[in-house]
């Protein structure tokens, strides 16, 4: 099991520029989440996805938008990246839709918008 | 508003010694908690997670405490060693949320001296 996959690992874009962060769990997991984390501040949620077919806004879903291409896929889009952007992405996995199943993480995407 | 505040950016302890991470949280809803550790470059990895029906609960050499009036936990590793250096993210979830979607803290970064 690969667990949860995350491509690229890093990557630089100008303002304005558009891409698509990947990411892929193996484990048959219902529920992914797409987070960022900013020096100082933590893992703030930007979407989640409940279930295939379904996405909700997180805490901070402005400038993004997500699809859940299947059960497998959650992909993270920047339309028209900015360099409040710039941070590192995490996806993440969950099992079953009870509190006591925690999230799998990927090994993040490094992103950098100048 | 942070609903789950790690109030110690930092933390350093002598290798063999015991360390305490605090977490405090503000949203009586929580009935979840959860502890994950992080290296650099790496994604978050779980740790240890308690209910709000528990107190406590203990894996090896790790052993969260839930104090529900004082909506506080704290996560002792005992004995501590050089490989628990990392940074320790304490996060909340309440049934009925979201797909469980996780509050985090800002995080500490542990250092254990050898």
């Known amino acids: 099991n690969a667990g949860v996959t995350q491509t690229p690992k890093f990557q630089v874009l100008k303002t304005g520029q558009s891409m698509t962060l990947q990411c892929a769990q193996d484990?048959?997991?219902?529920?992914m989440y797409w987070y960022r984390q900013d020096p100082g501040m933590g893992l703030r949620l930007i979407y989640y996805?409940?279930?295939?077919?379904?996405?909700d806004k997180g805490e901070v879903p402005n400038g993004y938008n997500v699809s859940r291409l299947n059960k497998r896929e959650f992909s993270l889009r920047l339309e028209s990246a900015a360099p409040s952007q710039t941070s590192v992405y995490f996806c993440?996995?969950?099992?079953?839709?009870?509190?006591?199943?925690?999230?799998?993480f990927g090994p993040g995407t490094r992103l950098t918008v100048t | 508003d942070q609903q789950v505040k790690q109030n110690s950016p930092s933390l350093s302890v002598q290798e063999g010694r015991i360390s305490i991470l605090n977490c405090d949280y503000t949203?009586?809803?929580?009935?979840?908690f959860l502890w994950y550790k992080k290296y650099p470059a790496e994604g978050p990895t779980f740790l240890i997670s308690?209910?709000?029906?528990?107190d406590k609960n203990e894996d090896g050499r790790f052993t969260v405490f839930l104090n529900k009036s004082a909506k506080h936990l704290s996560l002792h590793i005992v004995p501590s060693q050089p490989g628990d250096s990392a940074v320790y993210f304490c996060?909340?979830?309440?049934?009925?949320?979201?797909?469980?979607?996780?509050?985090f803290g800002k995080g500490t970064k542990l250092s254990v001296i050898p």
């Open positions: 996060a909340a979830s309440a049934t009925g949320a979201g797909s469980y979607q996780l509050t």
């Open positions: 949203n009586s809803m929580f009935d979840y």
């Open positions: 308690i209910s709000s029906i528990k």
């Open positions: 993440a996995s969950r099992d079953r839709d009870r509190p006591f199943y925690e999230q799998y």
């Open positions: 484990m048959n997991h219902n529920s």
């Open positions: 996805s409940a279930s295939e077919g379904t996405t």
